[in-house]
């Protein structure tokens, strides 16, 4: 049995998970408050995972979802598309806790 947790596949649509919303708002809310995108690692911590391939499994399917760009073996590189940035935005006008947990 693995620890790490596998990003859900979303709804019919292609349209996020309620954990990819999270992720997805976490990251936007980091890089508001740190003006820097958050790493693997602070968001295994951020979520008790503990291994960052959970995070880069997140980071993967927020991509495929046009939600999130990165560079590939570059740390902190996360962007939010457009889309991604309304996602995140509208989470955390209902969840004003993600950042803190």
Do not use: I
């Amino acid at each position: 049995m693995s620890c790490r947790p596998h990003p859900e596949n979303g709804p019919s649509g292609g349209a996020p998970t309620q954990r990819q919303q999270e992720v997805l708002a976490y990251v936007h809310a980091y890089k508001e408050e740190h003006e820097r995108a958050p790493t693997a690692r602070e968001l295994c911590e951020r979520f008790g995972w503990s291994s960052t391939n959970a995070a880069h499994d997140y980071f993967g399917r927020l991509e495929q979802l046009r939600l999130l760009t990165r560079e590939a073996k570059v740390a902190r590189s996360l962007r939010l598309t457009p889309s991604g940035k309304a996602v995140a935005q509208a989470y955390l006008s209902a969840h004003p806790e993600v950042l803190h947990g």
